[in-house]
């Protein structure tokens, strides 16, 4: 398969000012005439042809203003036609088969419904087009199809018309009077029902809002109908944009590849993200619907009325709309936990993204695959990038920028250089080097030392990009600290300041507010880095119990426990380091100063994923790989440690928050905590363990605290664990989302005997490789367990490679996304790094391979 690159962009030599499409849908055959208004771009350079891209079609028949011609040619998947003249009427009739459209790209029928995922190239699987994000069309579509199979018949913008065939079908016009790219386009077919309720904005806009979902499904739509309302006041009020169709709808799907899509005045989701009441769903759920539902919302604006010019800038709109979502989810629930949460994910996926062969730029300059780069660079270090922009303008002048970004280039297909553009003029700022955080990849790091001089520090900083696969050498980048000077001797915090290091080491001066001086750096993580500083346990301990921004408490927590736990996995000595995280903890413990819902992020320890890449390149020569097998005894060692030093506490703790009722503002935080308190239990004493998850179990009033008790339980040899996991699917049959979960927690479980669990689950009569949801819930679950993957044997690479085989020509996009795991192989100790090498091999000699495989793959072997 070809490799595309960014430097390689050319306008398109025809406008599409206008597509026409009528649907006669069937779940077996669906017909589909098209019918473009065409005319030349004078912005592109003239061509007498017209390319339009599909995707596994073909034409049935092909007339340009109203005449059936043939000189039209295939050229691969695309349809070439040559065009004369200046403007004309290109119509072209497809037809396809829904039900066998097992990638769930283009046009597929989900539960005896139809819908459609168009991002990024799915709709030239339906009809022949420019389907390229700088195209922008009005679209009028016109959709027909039996009655009782399809009562609800949607698609993007207004209703315009509907009626009776009399023959048992009907049909509805629809009409977006927004301009937009293929991707956004979306329809839907189905026997479905809303939760609805009407919003007005700010300019007195009545916006109708419709959920739709299954009729069973419809009592757990309230949180996403509600979730969708307060985005659509937040952005309002936070970055003054206001909806622009008198009716947004949304719709819930069961198979699907992603999380949602956010297609013109019609989303459709995953109903993971839908669907949520106390019962069925966790708090973390809850917050997830209420994440992507806002995340979705924001890119009407940020995506939708200003797109892409082309794929490589998907963070344009994935990394604004993603700082967009976490600024709302931190208003809406708490900007310190929320912070430490996403900081949480960035360092889990895309800091070992950084780290690996998949390694890119937010904007990458090549690939052979687009979906592949839909990744937590893209989005998540995207959100970063922007994140420092606001931080070094304020938010204020940061305001100024977007207010300028969405003024300017309202209904355009944009560029991350007319963002960044936008924002230097609005907010007056000189991006001119910060731009290189667009080309640069890998995760910077920055080393602190400082020395006292009189009444004042000295704070040297300096900073190395590591080089990243066609990347060897890099630039210094502009990488904004916030930072503070504390006094321990004094107990005092210091104020806050701003250090911008632009330099490869550069000397920051501030006055000293008291004697023996820790630094307290990167507060409330203003930058993607790794801080690099030797600081003393003791500071770290002081920092843990006393800093004054809470997520430099959380980061020193961490850095204790990291420093501690890489020594202890490495076979060095790490004197005192499990006596003082046992203090800390019971410092934490203790703290009164806390909520439960903070307290709870603090006693999380860092993941084995983020100790691998701590422990990778650590040492003396730098050269050392991570040990699986040894960091995960070490944490499980430590756990122990805190489990039994800290047992009074942590029972005081659980009995305390077991008193707080499910709806009591302090619930959520106590839900947390206590299943917080149930891990650190199951790691020091297991019989006690069991016996306190099952009896959360038993007396749960919410999946929250059930499925923390059945997740601890399924750790555990105990025979309180088959009795629950019994009693949970038996609960719970025949509602998806909660089966999916019944998967994921024995997948992810810190039982010994955890693949051949998993090998019998596959074999589950529920288990179904057709359904996303469901290979995510079992094998992205097992991927994520690193005692089961990293299997010193070599069984868990070998689960996750056979199901890539097999997955791969049924949902190539799906399958590609477990290529990653077995990607990391070079910063793994040598024995198990050849097993997973020795799997990369097997797959890419498989024949066949998808485009989306076979670049993953191909990557992570080279
Ligand atoms: N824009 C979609 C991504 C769909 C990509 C599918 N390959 C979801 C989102 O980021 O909102
Ligand atoms: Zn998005």
Redesign the pocket.
């Given at each position: 398969p070809p490799v595309i690159h960014r430097e390689d962009y050319r306008p398109f030599p025809w406008r599409v000012p206008t597509t026409d499409l009528a649907f006669e849908l069937g779940i077996e055959k669906t017909r589909i005439t098209a019918t473009l208004a065409v005319e030349r771009n004078p912005d592109a350079e003239p061509s007498d042809r017209l390319r339009l891209n599909g995707d596994g079609i073909t034409a049935q028949s092909v007339t340009v203003d109203g005449e059936a011609v043939n000189d039209w040619e295939m050229d691969g998947p695309d349809l070439v036609l040559p065009l004369a003249g200046d403007a004309h009427t290109v119509e072209i009739v497809t037809e396809i088969d829904p039900s066998a459209n097992t990638q769930l790209m283009g046009l597929y029928a989900s539960n005896g419904m139809l819908c459609t995922?168009c991002?990024?190239e799915g709709f030239r699987r339906i009809t022949f087009f420019p389907d390229r994000p700088d195209v922008l069309s009005t679209y009028r579509v016109r959709m027909s199809g039996p009655k009782e199979q399809f009562p609800i018949l949607l698609c993007n913008g207004n209703r315009a018309a509907e009626g009776e065939n009399g023959d048992g079908t009907h049909w509805a016009e629809w009409h977006d009077p927004w301009p937009k790219p293929s991707y956004l386009f979306a329809l839907v077919a189905g026997d479905l029902v809303a939760n609805s309720g009407d919003f007005t904005t700010v300019s007195g806009r009545r916006v109708e809002c419709n959920i739709w979902v299954r009729r069973e499904d419809l009592a757990r739509t309230d949180h996403a109908l509600e979730s969708l309302h307060r985005s659509m006041r937040w952005d309002e009020e936070t970055f003054g944009r206001e909806y622009d169709l008198d009716l947004y709808n949304i719709v819930a799907v069961s198979d699907f590849?992603?999380?949602?899509?956010?297609n013109k005045g019609l989303n459709v989701f995953n109903t993971k993200y839908v669907l949520a009441d106390k019962d069925t769903a966790t708090d973390g759920d809850f917050d997830a619907v209420e994440g992507v539902i806002a995340?979705?919302y924001f890119?009407n604006w940020s995506?939708n009325r200003i797109t892409c010019r082309d794929w490589f800038q998907l963070s344009l709109?994935?990394g604004f709309?993603v700082l967009r979502d976490q600024l709302f989810s931190q208003d809406m629930r708490g900007e310190a936990v929320k912070r430490i949460e996403d900081v949480r994910i960035l360092r889990a996926a895309q800091f070992p993204e950084d780290a690996g062969p998949l390694a890119h730029p937010i904007r990458p300059d090549s690939y052979r695959e687009i979906?592949n780069f839909?990744t937590a660079t893209v989005?998540n270090k995207g959100a970063e990038v922007i994140r420092m922009m606001r931080s070094m303008a304020g938010e204020e002048r940061f305001r100024k920028g977007t207010d300028l970004y969405f003024e300017r280039h309202d209904g355009e297909a944009a560029t991350c250089e007319d963002f960044v553009r936008a924002i230097e003029d609005g907010a007056g700022l000189d991006l001119t080097q910060f731009r290189l955080w667009y080309s640069q990849a890998g995760t910077p790091r920055v080393r602190v030392s400082h020395e006292v001089a009189g009444d004042g520090i000295r704070i040297t900083l300096s900073q190395q990009v590591p080089a990243t696969p066609g990347q060897a050498k890099k630039q210094p980048m502009v990488i904004p600290l916030r930072l503070a000077v504390h006094s321990k001797a004094n107990e005092t915090t210091g104020t806050e300041h701003i250090a911008v290091l632009t330099e490869a080491e550069q000397v920051f001066e501030y006055p000293l507010t008291g004697p023996d001086p820790v630094i307290s750096i990167n507060r409330g993580f203003t930058a993607p880095v790794i801080v690099e500083r030797e600081l003393a346990r003791d500071d770290l301990v002081f920092l843990a119990a006393h800093d004054d921004d809470p997520f430099a408490r959380y980061e020193a927590l961490q850095e204790l426990a990291v420093d501690h736990l890489v020594a202890a996995a490495s076979g060095e000595t790490s004197e005192g380091g499990e006596a003082a995280l046992v203090e800390a903890f019971r410092a934490i413990l203790a703290d009164g100063t806390l909520d439960d819902a903070m307290r709870g992020e603090l006693m999380m320890l860092p993941s084995e994923t983020y100790l691998f890449e701590a422990m990778a390149g650590s040492g003396a020569t730098g050269t050392r790989k991570a040990d699986p097998g040894a960091i995960h005894a070490a944490r499980e060692r430590l756990k122990a440690a805190i489990g039994s030093g800290c047992a009074e506490e942590l029972d005081a703790l659980y009995d305390r928050a077991e008193e707080v009722a499910f709806d009591d503002p302090a619930g959520r935080g106590a839900r947390k905590v206590k299943a917080q308190v149930l891990v650190y239990a199951a790691a020091s004493d297991p019989a006690k363990a069991a016996e306190m998850a099952a009896r959360q179990y038993d007396r749960a009033d919410n999946m929250t605290d059930r499925q923390g008790a059945l997740m601890v339980l399924a750790g555990l040899e105990a025979p309180e664990r088959e009795e629950r996991l019994a009693d949970f699917y038996d609960r719970y049959r025949g509602n998806d989302l909660v089966i999916d979960k019944w998967f994921t927690l024995q997948a992810l479980s810190l039982h010994p005997q955890v693949i051949a669990q998993v090998e019998a689950l596959a074999q589950h009569r529920d288990f179904t490789i057709r359904n996303p949801n469901r290979v995510r819930s079992l094998y992205m679950a097992f991927a994520g367990n690193p005692q089961g993957f990293h299997a010193q044997d070599g069984a868990g690479y070998r689960m996750i490679a056979d199901l890539i085989l097999k997955l791969d020509p049924i949902n190539p996009?799906t399958a590609a996304r477990f290529v990653s795991p077995l990607g990391r192989w070079r910063r793994i100790e040598p024995k198990r790094a050849a097993l997973m090498k020795a799997e990369l091999e097997r797959i890419a000699e498989a024949d066949n391979l998808s485009r989306d495989t076979y670049e993953q793959v191909s990557r992570s072997l080279d």
């Open positions: 995922q991002e990024a590849n992603m999380g949602a899509m956010e995340h979705e890119h995506g709109k994935e709309t979906s839909y989005y996009q």
